[in-house]
């Protein structure tokens, strides 16, 4: 059971150039969200999505795109990068246990960290 | 809108002892949940401890325990018997319709 894989690790992206940050999880998990980690600051949601096919905007989505074709997988999509986007990214996901999508515990990614210059 | 606040960007304590890492909170939800995450230097985001908003006692796990204070809107994290191993950042966060998290406290811990 590897929890949620996300890769790669690290990257470096040139002003302009678009990437996609890959997130797996094997625990069946109907939850998924990305966030971002700036320095010296606190987790904020970009986007979640509460099973395949289901998307929703989080607190930061301008600048990335997502999808959910499978239970397993959410991609996040950066189609322009800016150095604004520069930043450590975390993926979760969570199983819903009846407490409610607020209510359950998330397990996190390793995470990526994306550089643009 | 939640917001999550700790006042404390840096704390320390030696090992063995206790130490107290505070946060406040702000929601207009009625039922939400407060959390308390450990980021090591993996980077590797774990769940310390988690409380329901709508239960009076306080959460415990092994040597970490929460006071929570609700109408004062206070959430703090007691480490019992601290370990060179806790040395981390640790957050705060509210989770109504979403996860807030705030800014985070470098705890570390001194042989």
């Known amino acids: 059971n590897a929890g949620v894989t996300q890769t790669p690790k690290f990257r470096i992206l040139k002003i302009g150039q678009s990437m996609t940050l890959q997130c797996t999880q094997d625990m069946n998990h109907n939850y998924m969200y990305w966030y971002r980690q700036d320095p010296g600051m606190g987790l904020k949601l970009i986007y979640y999505s509460v099973g395949a096919g289901i998307t929703d905007k989080g607190e930061v989505p301008n600048g990335y795109n997502v999808s959910r074709s499978t239970t397993e997988d959410f991609p996040l999509r950066l189609e322009l990068a800016a150095p604004s986007q520069t930043s450590v990214y975390f993926c979760a996901s969570s199983y819903p246990t009846g407490t409610g999508l607020s209510g359950d515990e998330q397990f996190f990614g390793p995470g990526t960290r994306l550089t643009v210059l | 809108a939640q917001t999550v606040t700790q006042s404390q960007p840096e704390m320390s304590v030696q090992e063995a002892e206790t130490v107290t890492l505070s946060c406040t909170y702000d929601?207009?939800?009625?039922?939400?949940?407060l959390f308390w995450y450990k980021q090591p230097p993996s980077r590797q985001m774990i769940l310390v401890i988690r409380q329901e908003a709508y239960k009076q006692q306080n959460a415990t796990e092994n040597r970490f325990s929460v006071n929570f204070q609700k109408a004062a809107k206070s959430f703090s994290l007691k480490i019992s018997d601290s370990q060179l191993g806790d040395t981390a950042m640790y957050f705060c966060?509210?989770?109504?319709?979403?996860?807030?998290f705030g800014e985070g406290t470098q705890l570390t811990v001194n042989p």
């Open positions: 966060a509210n989770s109504g319709s979403r996860l807030t």
């Open positions: 929601t207009s939800e009625n039922n939400y949940y």
